[in-house]
């Protein structure tokens, strides 16, 4: 299979633009995940339901921390971080949920693997401005992780085009880019470069 590009909602945008941006990279993403703190539930709500009727596909649209959301929309899934509920209560309430989780450590990884999760969300891998102060945890870190546990490590944080064969080479399931696609010039040309860089050379087993 290929390398995964999961494309994360920043937080800056209004619904209009996120759902426009969206639609718009929609070919060359694997995954969506909305990612906005301040909306209430019945935003999020509005924003999956335009999504869908614009053609997102609902298995593709990942909903993070709130679970309630997710599941009442029927997502793709649902991203978890420190403050979210525990992943084995998730699991344990929606079993057939797609649940990811966001960590910092391997010693995280692990214990996240063993909670129920899908799916790995590490960071951050460099140095990015939305962590300022905060030094990148490099490549080799991903591939110790990526050797610790048996579920897809998808890498973040200050991934550009011109670093993701670094990341490819670390064993990783795929990235996250937040910034990078949603806030560029031309979001549309960033996702395509990004998905370029992930499908050289051979695919991901």
């Not at 619904?15 to 995954?31: G, Q, R, T």
Request: hydrophobic content about 40%; aromatic content about 6%.
């Amino acid at each position: 299979m290929r390398r995964q590009l999961h494309a994360v909602t920043t937080g800056q945008q209004g619904i209009e633009k996120m759902v426009s941006i969206s639609l718009a990279v929609k070919p060359f993403i694997d995954f969506l995940h909305i990612r906005e703190k301040g909306w209430t539930a019945r935003e999020m709500e509005t924003a999956l339901r335009k999504l869908v009727r614009g053609g997102f596909p609902k298995e593709k649209i990942i909903v993070n921390d709130r679970v309630d959301v997710a599941a009442a929309e029927e997502a793709g899934g649902v991203h978890l971080s420190h403050h979210s509920l525990r992943v084995s209560k998730v699991k344990r309430i929606f079993p057939s949920m797609k649940v990811g989780a966001s960590i910092h450590s391997i010693a995280d990884g692990v214990s996240m693997q063993e909670e129920g999760a899908d799916y790995l969300l590490y960071g951050n891998i460099f140095n990015t401005p939305s962590k300022a102060g905060k030094s990148g945890v490099g490549t080799l870190t991903v591939m110790e992780l990526v050797e610790s546990v048996n579920i897809p490590v998808i890498a973040i944080g200050g991934i550009k085009p011109a670093n993701v064969q670094d990341i490819v080479a670390s064993g990783a399931a795929g990235i996250a880019v937040l910034s990078g696609i949603f806030l560029a010039g031309d979001p549309v040309g960033s996702a395509k470069e990004y998905r370029l860089q992930l499908d050289r050379g051979e695919k991901f087993e």
